[in-house]
């Protein structure tokens, strides 16, 4: 990951979109990026569906299909071509959907890159240290723990040690009590 730390946005030339949520999302972001980005030489598409978005261009990127790389050994090999790809700009899709969680982070880590992340309404924004404070939220809301449903869930979490100490002692009284019933 590349210019986390930095507010610069790098020009489009090569870019990595990885498909890691509804189709549509995809469909509806790739004309954008053709329309307005000209300097885009490339666009290619980490996906793990079968067939291509209505919209993405064979002739302008590559796809990779993850299922072709299976195995760490595939992997690592995906890795690399990726790097030698040069890409200046990674997209990935955070729509609230298991598809691709461990690729996705993956190659956002692994790529040097600038990453933006696209969300479930088609908004984005760059995963950078000026957007710290959406990464947050963002963050917090997938995890349950935005608004009033997070001060349900911590207090669930507070609570839980002694629900279990609760339930154990029920349980050794109630079994306890079972053995001194057969002894006596």
Aim: with cysteine.
């Amino acid at each position: 990951m590349r210019y986390f730390l930095s507010q610069h946005i790098p020009p489009f030339r090569r870019v990595l979109l990885v498909e890691s949520g509804s189709r549509y999302l995809l469909e509806d972001l790739i004309p954008g990026v053709y329309d307005n980005h000209p300097e885009c030489e490339a666009v290619d598409l980490v996906t793990c569906y079968p067939g291509l978005p209505a919209t993405f261009d064979e002739a302008r990127g590559r796809t990779f299909r993850v299922w072709e790389y299976s195995g760490r050994a595939r992997r690592k090999v995906l890795y690399e071509e990726l790097k030698t790809r040069h890409y200046d700009v990674v997209g990935i899709i955070c729509s609230g959907e298991p598809v691709m969680t461990k690729w996705k982070w993956s190659l956002a880590a692994r790529l040097p890159a600038k990453v933006f992340i696209l969300n479930e309404n088609g908004d984005y924004f760059w995963l950078d240290r000026s957007n710290f404070g959406t990464i947050r939220h963002f963050a917090l809301f997938r995890m349950g723990l935005a608004g009033m449903q997070g001060v349900r869930t911590v207090a669930g979490l507070a609570l839980l040690p002694f629900t279990l100490t609760y339930l154990l002692m029920y349980a050794a009284w109630v079994h306890l009590r079972r053995k001194v019933r057969q002894l006596a």
